[in-house]
C-alpha cells in the first residue's frame, strides 16, 4: 500500500491543474492506493470554493483521496472559521502555501491559524524551501508554536540545487514534530540522511504533482536506500498516521 | 556509450568532503554508466591544492571511464589559465567547469568570460553550474554564452528548480549552449528542451555520486524521447562534445 502524501487538485491561478479522473489514473500507474490532496490557488482567490470542490471529489472517491483545507491567513479571522468549517466537513490537515500566497510563514500574523491547527486536531502541511517566504529555518520556528502537532515540509524542508539548505533542513527537523516529505528533493543522501538522523518516522513520500511528475517522485523512494520497515513507513505509514488514513 | 556529464570527486580535509574515483564508479556502475565527466568541488587556486593532481590520478586509474574537468577561480585568472592549459595539453582534461556560487565571480565579468573564451580556444567546453541562486542563473550564464560564441557553454542542471524554462530559452538564443539535466526534477523540461532545441543540445549529468546516478537516469527514461534522442542526451552529444570514444 502507499499513501501519496501531497497532490494539488484544480486548475491553478499559476497555471498547472490537475482534476480527480487523471489524478486517481496516474496514482493507478504508479500503484498509489490513498492520495492527500490540497487545492491549488484557485483562480479569484476562492479557497472556500475550492476546499469545497476537493473535498467533494475526495468524497466521491471511494476513500482514495483524503482532502486537506487550504486557507490564505492574511485574513487570519476568515482562515481560522474556514479551517473549522472544512475540518468539520471531513478535512484531514491544513495546507499553507507561502510562496503562491505572499506571507512569511514565521509570521505571528500566520500563529493563529497554525493553532487553531492544532486545536482541531489536524496536521500543519507547507509547502517549503521558497525564498523569503518558507525557508527551513523559518519554518523550524513556525513549528514551534504548536511542539505537539505534526508539522509537515515539502520539498524535503527546502529548495536549492547545490544542496547549500540542508543544514537548515536538518535544524528545522530538530523541532520533534516536523516531518519532511521527499517531493522534489534531488539529494538521495539527504533523504537517507533524515532517516538515519531522525528516524524512518520523519520521512513521508509525496509527489505534489502535478508540480512534479508521479512517476518520478515515487522512484526517489524506490531507488533510495531505506530497509523494508523504513519504505514502508515512508511510502504508507507515516502519511496514514499523521492524516489519520485508515490501513 | 552511456555518459554522465556531471559528477564529483573530492578530498577535502577543510571542508570534511571526501568522495573518490572508486565511489564515482560504484555509483556509475549501478546505473550502467561507462564512463563520466569527474571535477572537483573546490575550485583551485583554493582549498584544495591538490584538486588537479585528485582529478588526474583518478582519470589515469580509471582511464576508459573518467574525463577531468578543471574546476578554476577566474579570480585568479592568469594561473587558472595557465592550470587549465597545462590540464588540457598536458594532463588530457576534457573540460572547464566554473561554479560562480563558489567563486564569486560573475559569468558576465571580464574575467570568466576570458577564462571560457580560453577554454574554447584549447577545445573544450565549459560546464557552469546554473541554478537558481544569484550568479548562476541562465540569463547571468547567457552573458558568458554571448561573450563567448566560439566556446561550448553547458548549463549544468539546467537551471535548477526555478530557472529551467529560462534555460531552455537562452540555449534557444544562443547556439553554443547545451543543457545538462542533472538535479532539476522535471523529465518532461528534459522533453521540451530537446523538442525546442534537438536531440544534439542536451546531455545527460547526475551530479554524482551524492545524486544518484540511478534516479538521474531514470529521470531520462521518463522522458520519453524515444530511441535515437535519448542516444544522444545520454552518451552520444557527449561523445562528440568531449572527443571520447564509444
Not at chain 1, 19 to 47: I, K, N, Y
Not at chain 1, 108 to 125: I, K, S, T, W, Y
Amino acid at each position: 500500500m502507499t499513501v501519496d502524501g501531497l497532490i494539488h487538485l484544480g486548475a491553478s491561478h499559476f497555471g498547472s491543474a490537475l482534476e480527480v479522473q487523471a489524478a486517481l489514473a496516474d496514482m493507478d500507474a504508479v500503484g498509489t492506493s490513498v492520495a492527500v490532496a490540497a487545492p491549488v490557488h484557485p483562480r479569484g482567490a476562492d479557497f472556500t470554493a475550492a476546499n469545497k470542490a476537493v473535498a467533494q471529489a475526495c468524497a466521491g472517491s471511494g476513500g482514495r483521496l483524503v482532502p486537506l483545507a487550504r486557507v490564505d491567513p492574511w485574513d487570519v479571522a476568515a482562515a481560522v472559521a474556514e479551517l473549522g468549517r472544512a475540518v468539520a466537513g471531513g478535512a484531514r490537515g491544513l495546507f499553507l502555501h507561502p510562496a503562491e500566497e505572499h506571507f512569511r510563514i514565521n509570521d505571528d500574523r500566520v500563529r493563529p491559524v497554525v493553532e487553531a491547527a492544532a486545536e482541531l486536531g489536524v496536521p500543519v502541511v507547507v509547502a517549503a524551501g521558497f525564498h523569503l517566504y518558507s525557508e527551513p529555518l523559518q519554518l523550524g520556528r513556525a513549528a514551534q508554536w504548536a511542539p505537539g502537532n505534526p508539522f509537515v515540509l515539502t520539498n524535503g524542508g527546502q529548495f536549492n540545487i547545490s544542496g547549500m539548505a540542508q543544514f537548515d533542513a536538518e535544524l528545522a527537523l530538530g523541532n520533534d514534530n516536523v516531518l519532511v516529505q521527499t517531493s522534489g528533493m534531488y539529494r538521495e543522501d539527504f533523504l537517507e540522511r533524515v532517516v538515519a538522523t531522525f528516524g524512518p518516522e520523519r520521512l513521508m513520500f509525496a509527489s505534489a504533482a502535478p508540480v512534479f511528475t508521479m512517476a518520478y517522485e515515487r522512484a526517489r523512494v524506490d531507488l533510495a536506500h531505506f530497509g523494508d520497515e523504513e519504505r514502508d513507513l515512508i511510502l504508507d505509514g507515516n502519511a496514514r498516521r499523521v492524516f489519520g488514513v485508515p490501513a | 556509450m552511456i555518459f554522465d556529464m556531471h559528477m564529483h570527486i573530492e578530498d577535502s580535509a577543510v571542508l570534511g568532503w571526501q568522495m573518490s574515483a572508486e565511489d564515482c564508479i560504484r555509483a556509475m556502475d549501478a546505473a550502467g554508466v561507462q564512463a563520466a565527466a569527474v571535477m572537483t568541488l573546490t575550485d583551485l587556486p583554493g582549498l584544495n591544492p591538490r584538486g588537479l593532481e585528485l582529478i588526474a590520478e583518478a582519470c589515469a586509474a580509471f582511464p576508459d571511464r573518467l574525463h577531468g574537468f578543471l574546476r578554476l577561480n577566474p579570480a585568479l585568472l592568469e594561473e587558472s589559465k595557465r592550470l587549465l592549459t597545462m590540464a588540457v595539453t598536458e594532463l588530457g582534461f576534457r573540460g572547464l567547469k566554473q561554479h560562480p556560487v563558489s567563486t564569486l565571480q560573475h559569468p558576465g565579468g571580464a574575467a570568466t568570460i576570458e577564462l571560457v573564451r580560453h577554454a574554447g580556444e584549447l577545445g573544450v567546453p565549459t560546464l557552469f553550474h546554473c541554478g537558481d541562486e544569484p550568479l548562476s542563473t541562465p540569463l547571468s550564464i547567457a552573458e558568458t554564452a554571448a561573450a563567448c560564441p566560439d566556446s561550448v557553454v553547458i548549463l549544468g542542471h539546467m537551471g535548477g528548480y526555478f530557472h529551467v524554462d529560462e534555460a531552455i530559452d537562452v540555449a534557444e538564443q544562443f547556439p553554443n549552449v547545451v543543457l545538462e539535466t542533472s538535479a532539476m526534477p522535471y523529465p518532461e523540461k528534459i522533453r521540451e528542451a530537446v523538442q525546442r532545441l534537438g536531440p544534439e543540445r542536451v546531455v545527460f549529468g547526475s551530479d554524482g555520486p551524492v545524486s544518484s546516478p540511478v534516479l538521474e537516469r531514470h529521470k531520462v527514461v521518463i522522458a520519453s524521447l524515444g530511441e535515437e534522442a535519448a542516444g544522444l542526451v545520454l552518451g552520444g552529444n557527449a561523445e562528440r562534445l568531449l572527443g571520447v570514444a564509444a
